[in-house]
């Protein structure tokens, strides 16, 4: 009976192993890119891989992801904030994957600053992407002000940027790296100017449903043995430069028709 129940968990822990873990998020280069490339999507990926564990990743709208995740149609979101962790009732298992900051995006020739929630009253238009979490106090001021611009669909943070070279808002807020190779990929990085920076860094997590603890806990042990072993700082180190541009055709069709003719 005991062999035959022994034999019964190796065949149900062979399955697990076999079924691809389904992780999703919107592309938010350098931490999740095109291609299965950033390195929050690398950390997460030789996290299982070193367990023998296969992971696909699918891209699709923030917003949905976490729709999709309460659904259970896959098992886990990337980069995900505190607060989202908590709203949507997710675990986490406490692995902290990088950080996220409110930094502030004009065009060059502006001159606007921003350090308190308070200088946004002087700004034309915020434009930010919607169902991001800009904390409390972000949040409610965007909220409170009709005229905040909430961007959506396949690629919300680049049409912002469009639209602010196009003097569509006064100012975009999203992480500073995240603007900075969004705008490297559109050609768009010396019309912008950094402004400043609202808040302190957020930490960002891999945020799985209640279903999926204990792909939870297989992710924990997996980025505890990537950085016994180095390879979690190699990772981290690849990145402290933006990656090299990788277009994706279709998408960089599609956006092409939105940019501006620069002189």
């Known amino acids: 009976m005991i062999k035959y129940l022994s034999f019964i968990l190796l065949l149900a822990s062979i399955h ?48 949905r992801a976490l729709v999709e995740l309460q659904r259970n149609n896959i098992n886990a979101v990337l980069a995900l904030p505190p607060s989202a962790i908590a709203n949507n009732n997710l675990v986490s298992a406490n692995v902290v994957l990088g950080y996220n900051t409110n930094d502030f995006y004009t065009l060059v020739d502006s001159q606007e600053s921003f350090s308190y929630i308070s200088d ?46 196009k003097s569509r808002h006064s100012v975009i807020i999203d992480n500073k790296n995240v603007i900075e190779y969004t705008a490297s990929q559109l050609n768009l990085s010396q019309q912008l100017r ?23 806990v297989m992710l924990a042990n997996g980025i505890a043995q990537l950085k016994d072993n180095g390879e979690y700082q190699s990772i981290i180190n690849k990145y402290n430069a933006l990656p090299e541009m990788s277009y994706d055709n279709a998408r960089h069709k599609r956006l092409h028709k939105f940019l501006p003719v620069l002189n």
């Open 120 to 165: 946004l009253n002087f700004t034309q238009q915020a434009a930010v992407v919607t169902g991001y979490d800009y904390g409390i106090e972000l949040d409610a001021w965007l909220n409170a002000h009709t005229n905040s611009y909430f961007a959506s669909g396949s690629d919300p943070l680049a049409m912002n940027i469009i639209r602010l070279v």
């Open 16 to 63: 697990a192993h076999a079924t691809p873990i389904r992780i999703a998020s919107d592309i938010w280069c350098p931490y999740v890119c095109e291609n299965q490339k950033g390195y929050i999507v690398e950390l997460t990926q030789r996290a299982f891989e070193i367990q023998n564990q296969k992971v696909e990743f699918i891209t699709i709208p923030y917003k």
């Open 194 to 216: 950094y402004a400043g920076t609202i808040g302190k860094p957020v930490p960002l997590y891999v945020g799985f449903n209640q279903q999926n603890q204990a792909n939870a």
